[in-house]
């Protein structure tokens, strides 16, 4: 689910993977490798990503859906 949501704003971003490995200090391979579902990224690598792509991690009820939250502002 974490790595379609980061697919999902990798696409809506308008920027490439290789240069979305580029700004969080990982080569490209590792990168592509996780975006298809082949490879693992570290938790820290992930909070890059977020960072990266403006993107919030939400954990839901398991009967929800996975959101992608840009732009929120923490209560």
């Known amino acids: ?3 379609q949501a980061i697919v999902t704003a990798l696409k809506e971003s308008g920027i490439t993977a290789s240069e979305l490995a580029r700004r969080v200090g990982i080569t490209r391979g ?3 490798l996780y975006l298809n579902g082949k490879g693992s990224l570290s938790d820290d690598t ?3 990503i977020f ?3 403006n993107i919030k991690l939400v954990v839901c ?3 929800e859906s996975i959101q992608i939250v840009r732009n ?3 209560l």
């Open 1 to 3: 689910m974490i790595r």
């Open 51 to 53: 960072q990266e792509l």
């Open 61 to 63: 009820k398991p009967e």
């Open 30 to 32: 590792p990168m592509s």
């Open 46 to 48: 992930k909070e890059r």
């Open 72 to 74: 929120a502002t923490t």
